[in-house]
């Protein structure tokens, strides 16, 4: 995998992209706490870090997201179309 750094600094390991297929994506602190205050601002946000470090356009992305287990820790899933 490729990495790259996000706007926050951390290393992101860019997946491989297949169009149809189901990904996921780690959301920082920042952006889970988003989720739970504002769910449009948190997705605006979600949606441009993949146009930046995934460049993928918002128009092909249909994301959701998903809490995984008692830490809160959260993934966005999401399907290019």
């Known amino acids: 995998m490729e990495k790259s750094k996000n706007e926050h600094g951390s290393n992101l390991a860019k997946p491989s992209i297949t169009d149809g ?6 959301l920082s602190s920042l952006e889970e706490d988003a989720f739970n205050d504002n769910w449009n ?3 605006s946000k979600i949606e441009k870090r993949m146009e930046v470090d995934l460049k993928i356009p918002k128009e092909r992305l249909n994301i959701s997201f998903e809490p995984l287990g008692n830490e809160g820790a959260g993934f966005v899933k999401f399907v290019i179309v």
């Open 41 to 43: 601002e948190a997705l």
């Open 21 to 26: 297929e189901t990904h996921e994506m780690k």
